[in-house]
């Protein structure tokens, strides 16, 4: 099943982890993006991911600091658990404002 998580992108920035096994030493990225939403009761609710994307990314990403993005997920359901994490074959989408944030016209 494919989810969206739509939020404001707060941070970019490299990180790199060493593979225990073989000792080899990968390059992403680390973004931190913030959604907000309010519950029945009009409370503000906000909810910040860490999302792993390739190091290719890090000039489109860096420059949509502020802006809104929409990635897709996979959700998976196993035996072991739920897993979710971003739908590679699926691109993400970026968004000046809020594409969710509709103003009721008088």
Known sequence: MTTYF???????RPTQRKNKDTGVVTMSL???????????????????????????????????KGKFILVPYLYLSTKGG????????MGYQIY???????KKIA
């Open 6 to 12: 739509l939020g404001q992108i707060d941070e970019v």
């Open 96 to 102: 000046d404002k809020n594409p969710l944030d509709v």
């Open 82 to 89: 739920n897993f979710m994490f971003p739908n590679d074959d």
């Open 30 to 64: 680390l973004v931190t993006v913030t959604s907000e939403s309010k519950d029945k009761n009009g409370y503000l609710i906000k909810s910040t991911q860490d999302i792993q994307f390739d190091m290719n990314e890090m000039a489109n990403l860096t420059q949509a």
